[in-house]
Every structure is written in structure tokens, then in C-alpha cells.
């Protein structure tokens, strides 16, 4: 198993700026994808960027030039940098991780998602 524990996660004012980590750790697997996903109450959860393996990455358009990934390999953990925040970025945040390759990565989807951290709240105010 992957065992991914998230953090970072808080309140800030809109444009204000939020780092989320995922520390994954496992003894066997290293995952081929490792993704962001947000969801709020009564929403259908989305996808908000993903990173592969080879370092590819993949952002939803909706926060595409305000978010970056980032990978410490030495500390198995991938920053979420989420800038210019917007009150519509509040939801709490999942880190996921799948091990098999396949488009999934590519398209920001949780269907090949196998491992999932218990999420971070984070909160934008107007």
C-alpha cells in the first residue's frame, strides 16, 4: 500500500497564497501518478493537477497558471503551490496516488487512483 498523508491546508484571503504538501510513503510501490483532487459539500469531487513518474504534469483549467506541483524525492512529497487564491478554490483537498500507467494522469481523473490521503480543508475568504 501508499500510505499519503496531506498538509498545508488553512485559511487565507482571496489572492493570498497556500502550500499544500503529500508525504507519500511505502515500502514497495513507487506510484506512477501521484494527484490533487478538491471537493466541497454536496459537489462532485475534481480534479486539480496531477504529476507522473517522468515529472509530466497536468493542471485543471481552472487554476492553471495560479497552482504549481513540485517534488521532493529525497522527502517522497509533492507541493501543491496554490496562488491568487479565489473564494471558489475553498474545498477540502485530497492527495492521491495510482500505480499503474494510463491516461488517467494525463487527464486529471481519479478512476485509476488507488491510494487516498484523508484530505485538508482549505479556505478562501472574500
Known amino acids: 500500500a501508499v500510505q499519503l498523508v496531506e498538509s498545508g491546508g488553512g485559511s487565507v484571503e482571496t489572492g493570498g497564497s497556500l502550500r499544500l504538501s503529500c508525504e507519500a510513503s511505502s515500502d514497495t510501490y513507487d506510484p506512477y501518478c501521484i494527484g490533487w483532487f478538491r471537493q466541497i459539500p454536496g459537489n462532485k469531487r475534481e480534479g486539480v493537477a496531477t504529476?507522473?513518474?517522468?515529472?509530466?504534469?497536468q493542471y485543471a483549467a481552472s487554476v492553471k497558471g495560479r497552482f504549481t506541483l513540485a517534488r521532493d524525492y529525497a522527502k517522497k512529497t509533492v507541493y501543491l503551490q496554490m496562488n491568487s487564491l479565489k473564494p471558489e478554490d475553498t474545498a477540502t483537498c485530497y492527495c492521491?496516488?495510482?500505480?499503474?500507467?494510463?491516461?488517467?494522469?494525463?487527464?486529471?481523473?481519479?478512476?485509476?487512483?488507488?491510494?487516498w490521503g484523508k484530505g485538508t480543508l482549505v479556505t478562501i475568504s472574500s
Open positions: 504529476i507522473r513518474r517522468d515529472d509530466l504534469t
Open positions: 492521491a496516488a495510482g500505480l499503474s500507467t494510463g491516461t488517467y494522469c494525463d487527464t486529471i481523473s481519479s478512476t485509476g487512483m488507488q491510494f
